[in-house]
């Protein structure tokens, strides 16, 4: 059962360099999330997805963009990384508009200098 | 806005001890609780859930209970493993929402539990 797949796993930038991170998730789930989590924050949501077509901005979604390509993929992209921005982010899926329990990829370690 | 408060560690503890790591929520509606714990180098696993007042969640051992009147959900384990050492993270998710506001889980900032043999 592969669940949640994020690529890439680790990933360094330069400063104003672009990348997507890639999310997708085979469980037929409606609500996909992006997360980062840096050191004694926790986990920050900076995006999500309540159905296929639709997305909304997180508590941090500044410096990012989002697609949700269609119910099994999720993409965020950074446009001009930002030191800033290294972090390791999680994507994560659920059931039900986020009621019941998300489900985690393994998160893309991301370092921009 | 929904918060949810942890004690951040490290706590370190000796195996075969009694653990709790305590976990108190702020939230406008009904929510549902959770705990899930990170291994290094992975991602998130849910660990316990608990959707309504005075359920208890439990799973490997652990136990946490939805005290409403509190408003905490304390996690338990009554003789920990080395194996136990992660990083935990209580988190809640609302429920009942009619519309505006945020989807997704709110977390707290996770503890670091460290179990030495």
């Known amino acids: 059962n592969a669940g949640v797949t994020q690529t890439p796993k680790f990933q360094v930038l330069k400063t104003g360099q672009s990348m997507t991170l890639q999310c997708a998730q085979d469980?037929?789930?409606?609500?996909m999330y992006w997360y980062r989590q840096d050191p004694g924050m926790g986990l920050r949501l900076i995006y999500y997805?309540?159905?296929?077509?639709?997305?909304d901005k997180g508590e941090v979604p500044n410096g990012y963009n989002v697609s949700r390509l269609n119910k099994r993929e999720f993409s965020l992209r950074l446009e001009s990384a930002a030191p800033s921005q290294t972090s390791v982010y999680f994507c994560?899926?659920?059931?039900?508009?986020?009621?019941?329990?998300?489900?985690f990829g393994q998160g893309t370690r991301l370092t921009v200098v | 806005g929904d918060s949810v408060t942890q004690m951040e560690g490290p706590v370190t503890l000796s195996e075969e001890a009694f653990l709790t790591i305590n976990c108190t929520y702020t939230?406008?509606?009904?929510?549902?609780l959770f705990w899930y714990v990170q291994y290094p180098g992975e991602g998130l696993q849910l660990l316990l859930k608990a959707t309504k007042a005075d359920d208890k969640g439990s799973n490997k051992g652990f136990e946490a209970t939805y005290r409403k009147e509190t408003t905490s959900f304390h996690l338990e384990k009554g003789s920990v493993q080395v194996s136990d050492s992660a990083v935990y993270f209580c988190?809640?998710?609302?429920?009942?929402?009619?519309?505006?506001?945020?989807?997704?889980?709110?977390f707290g900032k996770g503890t670091h539990l460290i179990i030495q043999p």
């Open positions: 469980m037929n789930h409606n609500s």
């Open positions: 994560a899926s659920s059931g039900d508009r986020g009621r019941t329990e998300a489900f």
């Open positions: 988190a809640l998710s609302e429920r009942g929402r009619s519309g505006g506001g945020a989807d997704g889980l709110t």
């Open positions: 997805s309540a159905s296929e077509g639709t997305t």
């Open positions: 939230a406008t509606g009904y929510p549902s």
